[in-house]
Every structure is written in structure tokens, then in C-alpha cells.
């Protein structure tokens, strides 16, 4: 695809059909040798113009400046047809006759062909010479973070896009902006300059024929009929291209931009009705009043979901600068269009916008050329906000969507997350061709491992247990690894799972895991340490502290005893069997008779939280053992350095512990 980043007057019919790229340069001295090759390149006729400058370059003599400037021009018709290689040579040619020292903006384009090309680092080095020789440094700047931004994100982009040629469609000649033609997403029609099409003149700006429509139909199998012109009552010895349809796929919108001999008309929007298998004569679509504007740019429709909007791109007065994205609102009453009214600073921006699409879920997607992107064209997207046209702030989308070469025209599929897209990517057959993109599901897969707490060997026979959100439930058994790698359980996105482990002889345990918000296939591999049952052995639990000679749970910013005693729920509803001594202790300051009142209001005061939260009181003996069994000695305390230390010495001994006293206890 032409490349249109840059551009003023005159509006040219590119290879998509009304892209409508523009000419860059104006009012430089010409002689008698390229005055020919000038007016092709001011007419836009970039293919030409090419054959034209290198004929007459071939004559120079002795003018370094006017060498230097056809050298650049040259440069600038292959940058603009987007045969980068090509303007490479002779952007290096204008540099190295010193046409750039008075003129940087050789830098900026040769660095934008670098871009184009994935050569980031050579871009960036352009881009510093073009501000370091008095270009703009703004715009320096903004191209070379758009360079790192890019370069990095085809390192760590994380979405999950598939992107591939269309190879049994797609042409050596211009493939590009496809769109759906039936309610299954099996018919499309998009633009071509393949051999076969009505257009058969050779496009001054292209070298190649005139764009045409074609359809071409895909099974359910992906295999893709031989596309076939849309036929004579549609395709004409001009251009067309940019189509949208309507939602019953009986009224077909789309640009033509008509072209006699040298002289490049307007492009415009017409219709046609289908009638069976054939679409009927076009019928021009007015949206400009020709009388009083004959000039302005009008192309690549697209229809909202409920036909209530056309959206579309031009260059009349009134947008945000050079190409904008409007739109027409459909009024029932009237039964007729309303104005164009322009989609606003929120979505155009001061450069081009082109090829829009909405979505069935209302979100629009777009291509633009403003800074930001990866380079060339690129593809953004802004959510709908529900109501009419007005949507969130547009944003990039990642790679591989978006790559540094052209990235433009996405349609999504009426019904699955795929779709296609238009672009001049190193995987192209030479030109614009269009690639399928997919988002594959999402794929989950959970493994568990199981460990003895003490020995750290694999324990074998372990029930592990996973039941989803939806209720369903599924068990499996450890191997002599300890792993359960081969559990029959469906993990699925947005989806929480509990998970239970139990083995004959150890306490069970648990997990939770979730799916849900994930945006990234994810393998949760699980390790649990089963502990086992041994009587009247003190086991540990999280913290659970008690203030200063006091009774009362500590639940703040630091500590939340509630939590840590959530534990022992857990654990007792995994092991409905089991009864436990829930022991307190205190620290050796006070009394001894105080600190085992002490000690047996705290056991009790966490025996009245687990009954509270549903443990039957049978299974929970409260004992206080007051300061009898110090874990940290007076001497050892006093030994402390910092009263911080010391504190923290009294801390660990105020500790809450539990043992299991049986494990025969029968549920009622």
C-alpha cells in the first residue's frame, strides 16, 4: 500500500482504492528534463513518475542540486508505492549529492523506510540526523519513541493474535480490504488489480491495472473458491474498492474514483441491489454537493451492525486534518440520511484516519498514520461506550495485528473472534494482501504434586480433588512421583476452582485457584505438603495474638487473628473426623495463677470464633497452659539487646497452637 504519512494537495487513487495519498512536495524549480516526471509526482502518479526521473537523471550533468532533488524525488515515489528497498538506494543517493544539508526532510524519510522495514536502529539514526540538521524535533522525537515502542513490542507483546496469509486468495498483484457479503461469514468481496479485473489500463501510480471487486467463498473445511470479478454492472475501467454491506446483504456500498485518461476525478460512494446472485446497476450516493465541491475526497464506507450508521472517510472542510473519519445517521422518519457530521478530535486526529469498521459489539476499529504506532498505517480501536458514535480513547493495537509495515482494513467475522486484515508485511507475495487473524481460546491446565510435610518425599494415593465454580467435580490419584498429571478435570476460563487433598493417615489440605480476568493460556503447577497425623504433637498455625493481658483477638492493618484462625476452619472442614486441643499461652510476665486464667480465656475465645463459624463445639477442647511452656527464657529475653527485640521475644510466646487429639470423631 501507498504509503500516505505525508501529504498535502493532490489526491491520488492509490492501490486501496482511495486511500487517497497525496503528493509531498510543491513549487521546487524544475527544468525542461523532469518537468515531465514533476507532473506525474504532482498528479500523484508515483509509478510513472519513477520512470521518468531516472530516465532524465540518467542526463543531468553537472547540477549536483537538481541531481540531488530527482535522486530524492525518486526516493519519494518508491517510499510512496511502498517498494522500500528501492527508495533506500536512492535516499542514500540525494544524501550523498548534500542534498539533505539543506534539506533534513530527506532524513526523516529515509528513517521512515528503515521503519517501514523493522530496521529500527537505522531508523532511529535517521531520525537523529534529521533533528540534529534543523528538522523538527518534536516530531523527531515522537517518530523515534514510536521506533523503541515498536522494536520492543515484538519482543514482549503478549497478545494472543494469530496472523497468517491468506495464501489461497491473495494474488501477486493488490489484495486488500475484505469484507463479509452473508451472515455466516462465508462470502466476502474485496479489492483487487489482479490480471483478471475490468480495469485493465495501467494505474500511473501503481504500474499496475485498476482495482476491481471480487468475491470468493470459504467452506467450512477453510477452502477458498477461485475469487471471480463482481462483475461488469459493478467493476468499470476505473477503481473500486472500500465495500461495506448492509445486515440482510442486499445493498452494497462502496468507493469508486473515476479516471480518464490524465485526469483524476473526485472519489465517491455508490450503491447497488442485489437480486439473487447479481448486483444491480450502481446509483451514485451523494454526501458532497458536487456543484459547490468538486475536490473533496469521499470513500471507504462502513455500515454499523444495525444499519442506523455510515460511517466513512473524506478530506471535506470541517475535520481534525488531512483524511477523517464521518458519519451519516440513518432517520427512520424521513426514511433518509442526515448530514455528515464529523466523528470528532476523540477519534481523528490531525493526520489520516482510513478503512473503518464496527464490529457487531459496536467497537470501531480503524487505521491512522499518527505517531504511535509501529509504522505505516496502523490498525487502532475504541470501545464503544453503548450509545450512538461515541466511543472510548482509540488505542494501538499490539503485534502481530500491527507490524511495521502497513496494517490496515480489519473486518471481524459476523460470528467468531477472527477476521481478516490488509497489509504489506515481509510475508506478503509483493503487494498488499490480506491475512486472516484468530484469537485462539484461551487453554488452561492445573497439576498437582503431593509432598510429605516432614520427609519432603512424593506421596502416592493422594486424592486430589477439583471442583469448579460450576459445581463439577472431578478426582484423581498421585503417581509414585507424587504428581497427579493426569487428572480428568476441565480447567476453563473465568472459572474459580477449589481444590481438596487428602491422603489416609495425613491432614488434608487445600487450594483455590482462578481463571477469571486471565488473558494468557496459563499451567497451574501445585505443590502441597501434607502433614501427618501424629496425637497429642503440638502443631503451629498462623498468628493469632492477643493484646497486652487481655483476651480479646488482635485484628489490624498488621495482624489479623480472625484470618489465622480461618485456618483451623479450613483444616476442620477437610477433616471432619478429627478433635483438637486449641491451646493458648502466655508470656512469663505476671502471675502464675493470672496468666492460666489468662491463657484459658484466649483458648477459649478462639473456641468460640470456630464454633461461631460452624465447627461443632464437640470437636474443640479450649486449654490454657498460662506461662508454664516458654518457647524464648527470661534470661535469653533479658539477653536482647533492644526493647523492640525484647517485645518481640514476650510476642512469640503469647502463641495459640492446637493438637489433634483423635481422628475418630463421627459427623452427625
Known amino acids: 500500500m501507498l504509503n500516505l504519512q505525508f501529504g498535502h494537495e493532490t489526491a491520488l487513487r492509490s492501490t486501496l482504492a482511495f486511500v487517497f495519498a497525496l503528493s509531498v512536495m510543491s513549487g521546487m524549480a524544475q527544468n525542461d528534463l523532469t518537468a515531465d516526471a514533476d507532473a506525474a509526482f504532482d498528479r500523484g502518479g508515483y509509478f510513472e513518475a519513477a520512470k521518468d526521473y531516472q530516465a532524465s537523471y540518467a542526463k543531468l550533468k553537472g547540477d549536483l542540486e537538481e541531481k540531488g532533488r530527482v535522486c530524492y524525488r525518486i526516493g519519494e515515489c518508491y517510499r510512496l508505492s511502498r517498494a522500500l528497498a528501492a527508495a533506500e538506494e536512492w535516499y542514500k543517493r540525494a544524501i550523498d549529492l548534500k542534498w539533505a544539508d539543506d534539506n533534513p526532510v530527506v532524513f526523516k524519510h529515509y528513517g521512515m523506510v528503515f521503519m517501514g522495514q523493522g530496521e529500527f536502529d537505522d531508523a532511529v539514526e535517521q531520525l537523529q540526523k534529521y533533528k540534529s540538521s534543523g528538522g523538527d524535533a518534536s516530531t523527531a522525537n515522537s517518530m523515534i519513541e514510536a521506533c523503541n515502542a515498536a522494536a520492543e513490542s515484538l519482543i514482549v507483546s503478549d497478545s494472543r493474535f494469530v496472523v497468517e496469509p491468506l495464501v489461497m486468495v491473495n494474488s501477486p498483484n493488490f489484495?486488500?480490504?475484505?469484507?463479509?457479503?452473508?451472515?455466516?461469514?462465508?462470502?466476502?468481496?474485496?479489492?483487487?488489480?489482479?490480471?483478471?479485473?475490468?480495469?485493465?489500463?495501467?494505474?500511473?501510480?501503481?504500474?499496475e491495472s485498476y482495482m476491481d471487486l471480487f468475491s470468493a467463498e470459504v467452506d467450512r473445511k477453510g477452502k477458498w473458491s477461485i475469487p471471480e470479478p463482481l462483475g461488469n454492472a459493478i467493476n468499470s475501467p476505473s477503481n473500486e474498492g472500500g465495500v461495506t454491506l448492509d445486515s440482510k446483504f442486499k445493498t452494497l456500498y462502496f468507493t469508486r474514483c473515476l479516471?480518464?485518461?490524465?485526469?483524476?476525478?473526485?472519489?465517491?460512494?455508490?450503491?447497488?441491489?442485489?437480486?439473487?446472485?447479481?448486483?444491480?446497476?450502481?446509483?451514485?450516493?451523494?454526501?458532497?454537493?458536487?456543484?459547490?465541491d468538486d475536490s473533496s475526497q469521499v470513500g471507504q464506507p462502513s455500515l454499523s451492525p444495525d444499519d442506523q450508521y455510515?460511517?466513512?472517510?473524506?478530506?471535506?472542510?470541517?475535520?481534525?486534518?488531512?483524511?477523517?473519519?464521518?458519519?451519516?445517521?440513518?432517520?427512520?422518519?424521513?426514511?433518509?440520511?442526515?448530514?455528515?457530521?464529523?466523528?470528532?478530535?476523540?477519534?481523528?486526529?490531525?493526520?489520516?484516519?482510513?478503512?473503518?469498521?464496527?464490529?457487531?459489539?459496536?467497537?470501531?476499529?480503524?487505521?491512522?498514520?499518527?505517531?504511535?504506532?509501529?509504522?505505516?498505517?496502523?490498525?487502532?480501536?475504541a470501545t464503544w461506550k453503548g450509545d450512538g458514535m461515541n466511543f472510548e480513547t482509540p488505542e494501538f493495537m499490539e503485534y502481530p495485528i500491527n507490524t511495521a509495515s502497513d496494517d490496515f482494513a480489519l473486518?471481524?467475522?459476523?460470528?467468531?473472534?477472527?477476521?481478516?486484515?490488509?497489509?504489506?508485511?515481509?510475508?506478503?507475495?509483493?503487494?498488499?494482501?490480506?491475512?486472516?487473524?484468530?484469537?485462539?481460546?484461551?487453554?488452561?491446565?492445573?497439576?498437582?504434586?503431593?509432598?510429605?510435610?516432614?520427609?519432603?518425599?512424593?506421596?502416592?494415593?493422594?486424592?486430589?480433588?477439583?471442583?469448579?465454580?460450576?459445581?463439577?467435580?472431578t478426582s484423581t490419584s498421585t503417581d509414585g512421583e507424587g504428581g497427579a498429571e493426569d487428572g480428568e478435570w476441565s480447567i476453563g476460563s473465568e472459572s474459580t476452582y477449589a481444590v481438596d487433598i487428602s491422603k489416609e493417615g495425613y491432614i488434608s489440605a487445600g487450594d483455590q485457584f482462578s481463571t477469571v480476568g486471565l488473558s494468557k493460556s496459563t499451567n497451574f503447577i501445585k505443590e502441597y505438603l501434607l502433614r501427618e497425623v501424629v496425637t497429642n504433637e503440638d502443631y503451629p498455625m498462623p498468628l493469632v495474638q492477643y493484646e497486652?493481658?487481655?483476651?480479646?483477638?488482635?485484628?489490624?492493618?498488621?495482624?489479623?487473628?480472625?484470618?489465622?484462625?480461618?485456618?483451623?476452619?479450613?483444616?476442620l472442614e477437610r477433616n471432619p473426623t478429627?478433635?483438637?486441643?486449641?491451646?493458648?499461652?502466655?508470656?512469663?510476665?505476671?502471675?502464675?495463677?493470672?496468666?492460666?486464667?489468662?491463657?484459658?480465656?484466649?483458648?477459649?475465645?478462639?473456641?468460640?470464633?470456630?464454633?461461631?463459624?460452624?465447627?461443632?463445639?464437640?470437636?474443640?477442647?479450649?486449654?490454657?497452659?498460662?506461662?508454664?511452656?516458654?518457647?524464648?527464657?527470661?534470661?535469653?529475653?533479658?539477653?536482647?539487646?533492644?526493647?523492640?527485640?525484647?517485645?518481640?521475644?514476650?510476642?512469640?510466646?503469647?502463641?495459640?497452637?492446637f493438637r489433634i487429639t483423635s481422628f475418630d470423631y463421627v459427623p452427625e
Open 578 to 657: 478429627f478433635v483438637i486441643s486449641l491451646e493458648a499461652h502466655t508470656d512469663t510476665r505476671g502471675g502464675d495463677q493470672a496468666n492460666d486464667e489468662l491463657s484459658q480465656r484466649r483458648a477459649e475465645t478462639c473456641v468460640n470464633y470456630l464454633v461461631e463459624r460452624g465447627i461443632d463445639r464437640q470437636r474443640l477442647q479450649p486449654t490454657g497452659r498460662g506461662e508454664s511452656m516458654p518457647l524464648v527464657s527470661d534470661a535469653e529475653i533479658s539477653a536482647l539487646a533492644t526493647e523492640e527485640e525484647r517485645e518481640a521475644a514476650h510476642q512469640m510466646n503469647r502463641r495459640t497452637v
Open 175 to 207: 489484495d486488500f480490504a475484505m469484507a463479509f457479503a452473508d451472515k455466516r461469514g462465508e462470502e466476502v468481496i474485496f479489492a483487487s488489480s489482479r490480471s483478471s479485473s475490468a480495469g485493465s489500463g495501467e494505474d500511473p501510480i501503481t504500474g
Open 411 to 473: 473486518v471481524y467475522h459476523p460470528k467468531d473472534e477472527k477476521g481478516y486484515l490488509s497489509s504489506d508485511r515481509p510475508e506478503s507475495k509483493g503487494k498488499d494482501d490480506i491475512f486472516s487473524f484468530t484469537m485462539p481460546p484461551l487453554e488452561f491446565d492445573y497439576v498437582a504434586y503431593v509432598y510429605d510435610y516432614d520427609t519432603g518425599m512424593p506421596i502416592e494415593g493422594a486424592t486430589v480433588t477439583v471442583t469448579g465454580s460450576d459445581g463439577e467435580s
Open 310 to 381: 455510515l460511517v466513512f472517510v473524506s478530506d471535506m472542510p470541517g475535520g481534525q486534518g488531512g483524511r477523517d473519519l464521518w458519519y451519516l445517521k440513518w432517520n427512520d422518519a424521513s426514511e433518509e440520511w442526515g448530514a455528515a457530521e464529523n466523528m470528532g478530535p476523540g477519534i481523528n486526529s490531525s493526520s489520516d484516519e482510513y478503512f473503518p469498521h464496527i464490529r457487531k459489539n459496536g467497537d470501531l476499529y480503524f487505521a491512522s498514520d499518527r505517531p504511535g504506532g509501529m509504522g505505516g498505517l496502523d490498525i487502532l480501536m
Open 259 to 292: 479516471i480518464e485518461k490524465d485526469n483524476n476525478y473526485p472519489c465517491d460512494i455508490y450503491t447497488s441491489q442485489r437480486t439473487g446472485s447479481k448486483w444491480g446497476a450502481p446509483e451514485d450516493f451523494p454526501i458532497v454537493d458536487r456543484a459547490t
Open 548 to 571: 497486652f493481658a487481655k483476651a480479646d483477638l488482635v485484628v489490624n492493618a498488621d495482624c489479623n487473628s480472625r484470618d489465622s484462625l480461618d485456618y483451623l476452619v479450613d483444616l
